[in-house]
């Protein structure tokens, strides 16, 4: 049914066969799988949006139809044949084209020179400038962009290097768009602009794939949703047909099961951590304001750069605050090094292990001292007590169930799981009031997953206060108490533990469609 | 070592000597094989190579590369590299001759007070650089090759223009006796002197906290500031610290060529590098141990002693030092593939 009445919808012929078609397409990082089985398909001149949470697989899929990345398993068919990506290079040569949140431009070349990079026109062996200068211009001018082809692109606001991004996916005869988040950095004015070109090519046949957050532009200029969840294809739907609540059940609605332990918590003690009125230099935390008490979990809730994450990395001094004021134990700790609040029992956990949290060539051993190399067991006087610490990191890492449990191994030779038990066990190097785990279990795998949480609560039943920062939404309904959802650098909301339900946060996760 | 024990055990049984070579490779690095290789050649090229007198030898010339090269290991550790190690060195040589000629020269006396006050300026003046150049990439995050390029230029045309491009002499005769071919306990005095600073880092490094630090720093800057280090004064200190280890050495071979020279030391950046290559110590940053260093540094020093022996060219020995440098980096690269695949 659904079928027929979308085969009338989009143009002709090309209604019978998709234009772009994934078969079980599979992708297995170490320790991860991103993709498991989706199949998907792209009319011609549709535009199908891509929806679900951070981590779902989105990015995943549209960087193997991009040839950025090549599937563990499945087939892709592109009009009906079997094709293989194996480079950024050949699916341009096919005529698909992404458009990344990462640009792919160098800032210190001119508009015209990052169009034809890679693909420059020669006259006889030599750069043949005039026609790149030409077709440069005809290209935006086509494309009704406002850019002059000898701007160095450095110069140019992010819309417009948006723009070039664009302009260069028309460099060879496009077929499909892929565009991720595209008017994440734009003005109203600059989204009109773009969905009036993406209504152009829709007309000329081309296949838009189109991921995004805001409801109001799948309302706007979507054809048909396809919603991932935790790498698996959930289900297809019409754009026009699909209210926001049905997307947001299909996007969240996913078996919770026994990962997440019981709270049982004591009443929360004192106030621990009093943030109030904070505005960080760089703006991306706006006048917010949390408490947390001793013994309690708070949860911080809402998308990547909402500020949740920045917010308490200004509170522990890795990030510089303008105004505002931060009190630990009723102290004030505002501007604070991480040295000295780590010294006043104030840790931060960072989200990346990888580049901000962990010596990947160090051993266990170093990098969970490496906090507390100050204090003892882990040294006596001004010298380490090499004894004391390597009994305080095995007792630390048998507790955690480190496999292998070989404190001397380096870090790097270790799954993602583990590492993230070397990073977490820094939480039981000295006594900590108030630990902040920024998404302690990003790239973790199911089963080390359930003993993260149990950690995490056997922590606050002890009397810490913990802050657990989170883009998974089940972490913050099943493991927290109270909960601030965050949105554009200000809280948003603060949700007491009888009022965190999916609807609630969500309400405050996204703009809401009547803006 | 416990960590080479460590892992010995349990590496799995190995099959061929293609495969333990392979293993062995990965987990010492180029070092002993370049070692192992270099002395059966000169064994072979001259017959005066393999004795003790000549290993001595060998030993009391290194030395001053060795001190060079500890400083220089700090600054690959954190992830940076020194350029002007050479520089400090020449000018601690040219204001340490200086002060202690001019003191000599008013107070005939006193000599151990020249001696004193002479290295104490030397050595002050070559830590200026590395005072300079740790500001440089700690606060105002210029890159290392930037500050120590441009201090290294900066350095010498100050010795140049202190000495009017000619030698300083004028010391007493007892600095050299003592630092230059004197001997302390029965060891020569610059070896004794290696050895004491050899030992002092090693403890520093491998027994207190800001020791390990370094090794953090480098292994990852973000990390480690937040695990509440203080990455900017371990950068600051690191280059302070490298620019003392070379006015040491500066000032003890001043007193083994009785002269204060803004030419010597040209050679060092590249040889401390090398040394610190060749040893394992990593580019990258976060990787490398000081007893390594030691031998690298030996290793230098036994490769030009062999070369002379061999009567091999000076000019050739350049190139042959060149080539070892790139031989070692390429080294750690397959390296680093191997221990990719030893993994899987």
Not at chain 1, 33 to 50: I, P
Request: aromatic share 8%; with cysteine; glycine share 10%.
């Amino acid at each position: 049914m659904l079928d027929s009445i979308n085969k009338q919808k989009s143009c002709g012929e090309a209604g019978v066969t998709p234009l772009l078609q994934t078969k079980g397409i599979t992708k297995d990082y170490p320790g991860v799988r991103a993709l498991d089985g989706v199949d998907f398909e792209l009319r011609a001149g549709e535009v199908h949006v891509l929806f679900g949470e951070n981590g779902a697989g989105k990015s995943t899929l549209i960087s193997i139809l991009a040839g950025a990345n090549q599937p563990s398993t499945g087939r892709i068919t592109y009009k009906g044949k079997p094709v293989t990506l194996d480079s950024v290079h050949d699916a341009r040569s096919l005529g698909i084209s992404a458009v990344f949140q990462e640009f792919s431009l160098i800032p210190q070349m001119t508009v015209e020179e990052n169009l034809f990079l890679g693909a420059e026109p020669r006259r006889a062996g030599l750069l043949d400038q005039a026609r790149i200068s030409r077709e440069a211009q005809e290209t935006l001018e086509e494309l009704g962009f406002a850019l002059k082809p000898d701007q160095l692109v450095d110069r140019l606001t992010r819309a417009e290097q948006q723009m070039v991004e664009i302009a260069k996916a028309f460099r060879s005869e496009l077929q499909v768009l892929i565009l991720d988040e595209p008017t994440a950095s734009l003005t109203t004015h600059e989204t009109d602009q773009l969905f009036e070109l993406i209504a152009g090519l829709k007309k000329r046949g081309v296949g838009v794939i189109y991921i995004t957050h805001r409801m109001a532009e799948i309302r706007r200029i979507g054809d048909r949703i396809t919603v991932l969840r935790d790498g698996r294809y959930i289900d297809t739907v019409n754009a026009a047909e699909a209210t926001e609540d049905d997307l947001v059940q299909l996007m969240t609605g996913r078996v919770v099961g026994a990962i997440f332990p019981e709270l049982n918590l004591n009443a929360p003690g004192d106030v621990v951590l009093d943030a109030r009125n904070v505005t960080t230099n760089d703006g991306l935390v706006v006048d917010a304001s949390v408490t947390v008490r001793a013994g309690e979990i708070v949860g911080m809730a809402g998308l990547v750069g909402s500020g949740k994450s920045e917010l308490m990395q200004a509170c522990f001094g890795a990030m510089a605050i303008r105004t505002g004021t931060v009190m630990l134990n009723g102290q004030g700790i505002t501007g604070h090094t991480p040295k000295r609040n780590i010294r006043d029992g104030f840790l931060y956990l960072p989200a990346d292990r990888h580049n901000e949290g962990l010596m990947m060539t160090r051993s266990v051993r170093e990098n969970v001292a490496l906090a507390s190399l100050d204090i003892e067991p882990f040294s006596k006087g001004i010298f380490i007590n090499r004894g004391g610490e390597k009994k305080a990191v095995e007792a630390l890492t048998t507790r955690l169930n480190l496999s292998p449990p070989q404190i001397e191994r380096t870090v790097e030779h270790f799954s993602g799981g583990n590492q993230q038990k070397v990073m977490l066990a820094r939480a039981l190097t000295r006594k900590y009031d108030l630990i902040v785990f920024d998404e302690p279990t990003v790239g973790v795998d199911v089963g080390t997953r359930a003993s993260i949480y149990e950690f995490i609560v056997e922590l606050a039943r002890g009397g810490v206060a913990i802050v657990l920062i989170s883009s998974d939404l089940p972490e913050i309904l099943h493991l927290t108490t109270r909960a601030y959802v965050f949105f554009h650098g200000r809280t948003q909301a603060e949700l007491q533990a009888d009022q965190l339900t999916e609807e609630k946060v969500l309400a405050h996760f996204f703009e809401k469609e009547a803006c | 070592m416990a960590e080479q024990s460590v892992t010995a055990s349990n590496a799995p049984a190995i099959g061929g000597l293609g495969n333990l070579t392979k293993r062995l490779f990965v987990k010492l690095g180029i070092l002993p094989f370049l070692l192992f290789i270099a002395m059966i050649v000169f064994t072979l090229l001259s017959e005066n190579f393999l004795t003790l007198q000549n290993m001595m030898n060998v030993l009391r010339q290194s030395v001053y590369l060795m001190i060079v090269a500890l400083g220089q290991m700090l600054a690959l550790l954190t992830g940076g590299f020194d350029l002007s190690v050479g520089t400090a060195l020449a000018l601690s040589s040219v204001v340490g001759a200086m002060v202690m000629a001019a003191i000599f020269a008013i107070a005939p006396d006193m000599v151990w007070l020249a001696i004193a006050l002479g290295c104490l300026s030397g050595i002050l003046a070559g830590v200026t650089i590395g005072i300079v150049n740790g500001a440089g990439v700690a606060f105002f995050n210029v890159s290392p090759f930037m500050v120590s390029l441009g201090m290294a230029s900066v350095g010498f045309g100050i010795a140049l223009y202190l000495t009017g491009g000619v030698p300083v002499y004028g010391m007493p005769m007892a600095f050299s006796d003592t630092f230059g071919y004197g001997y302390l306990l029965g060891i020569p005095a610059p070896v004794f002197v290696a050895a004491l600073l050899a030992f002092g880092l090693y403890v520093f490094l491998y027994r207190t906290p800001q020791g390990r630090y370094f090794y953090a720093v480098g292994g990852n800057l973000k990390a480690a500031s937040l695990s509440g280090i203080n990455t900017k004064a371990t950068l600051f200190f690191t280059y302070v610290l490298s620019a003392f280890f070379a006015a040491v050495a500066g000032m003890l071979l001043t007193a083994r060529i009785d002269t204060g020279e803004a030419n010597i030391g040209a050679s060092m950046p590249l040889e401390s590098i090398a040394a610190c290559v060749i040893a394992g110590v990593s580019l990258r940053g976060g990787v490398g141990r000081l007893e390594s260093v030691v031998l690298g540094a030996l290793f230098i020093g036994l490769i030009q002693n062999g070369m002379n022996l061999a009567q091999i060219e000076s000019y050739l020995q350049t190139v042959v030092l060149g080539i070892l440098l790139i031989l070692a980096v390429i080294a750690d690269q397959i390296r680093l593939r191997y221990v990719a695949s030893l993994k899987n």
